[in-house]
């Protein structure tokens, strides 16, 4: 079996699936309806959606991500895989009918193109037909933005909005001086998968210190930790940049001027002015590799804020605070699945670009300016 047959045919799997030389697509595509139709089933498309990943153990994590996102919204799926390491060059296709999960009537389109060698300049022209017209267009690319590829510059242009995958990038400062670089020469909507990961957290924090009696606290910050889950998978190795993303949105939603950063004993230390000390330290779980597991901040006035995930529910954090004087009940948050795909999905759907994650990625090119991650 080839590897575009095993890309097409792994999770999920098709309602039908049939491998087609390029100019057999929109034909095979109406045969396959045509059969469809007689058993109720209904073709559906919301938008365009263009994925390019390099042929990789990851490929399969992407499809889960797309399966994901036809769950909740049926689109138009054009999956394309890249094998820069084949030693022949090729251009192949298949199409596919996937349906929702839990649907019964409704189905969507996957056209997969696999490519190899000198065959990627047909990549292009190849797309391009198979659109829906009238439709948007998002395009998310699975690879570091900081190197360049020769089809991100034509994909892009078709594109209204580009998510982007931090895990793929080297460099997590090449990757945001890259990303902001984009955003301000072409305009495009962008956002990073890692930024919505991060959606409950950001949430969890806003909820706690919006409260008048906890506001002031922010003022007030002496230190804070962030633990995350260090635990290696086959799909992430580059684990501290959700890590990292939280704490540049803090600290430029707080004003705080950076100052330096070290690594020590496996954790990274920075340091800001005003005495402010963060510190980004690892432990490991049974949960997403590189995902928040807990949040400490203390105030210059010893009061303490824990926010931590259970062993329990996973996706829930206990939040505690506590001062010299009191110490207040536990209550919980629900973080939600955002390991899940979810977050992708609401990403594709949320218009513009989020000034927050601009903010975030500036910050990033001071945290990591030694490019520690």
């Given at each position: ?14 309602i039908?699936?049939?491998i087609?030389?390029p100019?057999?697509?929109e ?7 045509e ?7 209904m073709r559906?498309?919301l938008?365009?959606l ?9 490929t ?12 909740r ?6 999956f394309?895989?890249?094998d820069?390491?084949s030693s022949?060059?090729y ?9 929702p ?7 969507c389109?996957t ?5 190899a060698?000198p065959e990627w300049?047909?990549v292009?022209?190849l797309?391009?037909?198979?659109l829906i017209?009238?439709l948007?267009v998002n395009?998310?690319?699975?690879e570091?933005?900081?190197q ?8 892009a242009?078709?594109?209204?909005r580009?998510?982007?995958d931090?895990e793929s990038?080297?460099s ?14 072409k305009?495009?909507?962008i ?7 991060l959606?409950?957290?950001r949430?969890l ?6 409260a008048?009696?906890h506001m ?6 002496e230190?804070?930790?962030?633990v995350?889950n260090a635990?290696e998978?086959?799909f ?9 993303y939280l ?8 004003g705080w001027?950076?100052?330096?950063a070290?690594a ?9 002015e ?7 330290e690892?432990t490991?779980?049974?949960?997403g590799?590189g995902t928040?597991?807990a949040?400490?901040i ?13 062993q329990?529910?996973?996706?829930q ?20 699945q ?17 000034d927050f ?8 090119l001071?945290?990591d300016?030694?490019k520690l991650c």
């Open positions: 079996m080839t590897s575009l047959e095993k890309q097409s045919l792994s999770n999920p799997e098709p039908a699936h049939e087609v030389s100019d057999e697509i034909s095979k595509l109406l045969k396959i309806w059969d469809l139709a007689k058993v109720n089933k559906a498309s938008f365009n263009i994925v390019f990943n390099k042929l990789s153990k990851r399969d994590y992407f499809r889960t991500i797309v399966q994901k996102i036809i769950d919204f049926p689109c138009r799926v054009l394309i895989s890249h820069p390491d022949k060059e251009l192949k296709t298949a199409v596919s009918v996937i349906a999960e839990g649907q019964s009537t409704i189905a389109d056209i997969d193109i696999g490519v060698g300049k047909r292009f022209s797309v391009l037909p198979h017209p009238d948007p395009l998310l690319w699975a570091d933005p900081s360049n590829h020769p089809l991100f510059e034509s994909l242009n078709l594109s209204q580009i998510i982007f931090s990038a080297d997590l400062y090449d990757f945001s001086n890259t990303v902001l670089s984009m955003k301000e020469k305009g495009l909507e956002t990073d998968l890692n930024w919505a990961r959606e409950g957290w949430d924090l806003v909820s706690t210190f919006e008048k009696e002031a606290d922010l003022q007030n910050i230190e804070i930790k962030i995350y635990k998978t086959e992430f190795c580059h684990l501290k940049i959700q890590s990292m704490l540049a949105y803090l600290s430029s939603r707080l001027n950076f100052k330096k070290k020590k004993k496996g954790a990274f230390h920075f340091s800001f005003n005495k402010i000390n963060a510190i980004i690892p490991e779980w049974d949960l590799s928040v597991i949040i400490e203390k105030t210059k006035d010893e009061k303490c804020y824990s926010m931590a995930r259970t329990q529910a996973k996706h954090a206990t939040i505690q605070i506590a001062s010299q004087e009191y110490c207040d009940l536990p209550y919980r948050f629900m973080l939600g955002t390991a899940s795909g979810q977050s992708l999905v609401r990403e594709i759907f949320q218009g513009g670009t989020s994650l601009l903010e975030s990625l500036h910050q990033l001071l945290l300016k030694k």
